[in-house]
């Protein structure tokens, strides 16, 4: 059984910085994408960011340059430092993986149970 646990959202002002975390545990064969979604209040669900595990990554336009998304593969820990937040950045932050836990079976993708991240001040 696969599990994904966050950490570290929570109440900033905006300009302030926040650090998510998000360690992947259970049995696994390969983690191969990691990263991050987010939802708003009656939005759909985004993409933040994500890494693979090469440390290619990639990040929606409105965060770029402000967020950066790290990886520990040694640990399956990935990160997301949040920094010139704002207000609009206030969602529930997911966090995902795309991983294979046997030779037998395809990827799929695990979700951890989010995070409140809210900016405001």
């Known amino acids: 059984q696969v599990q994904l646990v966050e950490s570290g959202g929570g109440l900033v002002q905006p300009g302030g910085s926040l650090r998510l975390s998000c360690a992947a545990s259970g049995s696994m064969l390969a983690v191969y994408v990691m990263g991050w979604y987010r939802q708003a209040p009656g939005k759909q669900r985004e993409l933040v960011a994500q890494a693979s595990s090469g440390g290619t990554t990639k990040y929606a336009d409105t965060v770029q340059g402000r967020f950066t998304i790290s990886r520990d593969n040694a640990k399956n820990t990935v990160y997301l430092e949040m920094n010139s937040l704002k207000p609009e950045d206030t969602a529930v932050y997911y966090c995902?993986?795309?991983?294979?836990?046997?030779?037998?079976?395809?990827?799929?993708?695990?979700w951890g149970q989010g995070t409140q991240v809210t900016v405001s001040g």
């Open positions: 995902y993986g795309e991983i294979r836990t046997s030779i037998a079976s395809r990827s799929n993708d695990y």
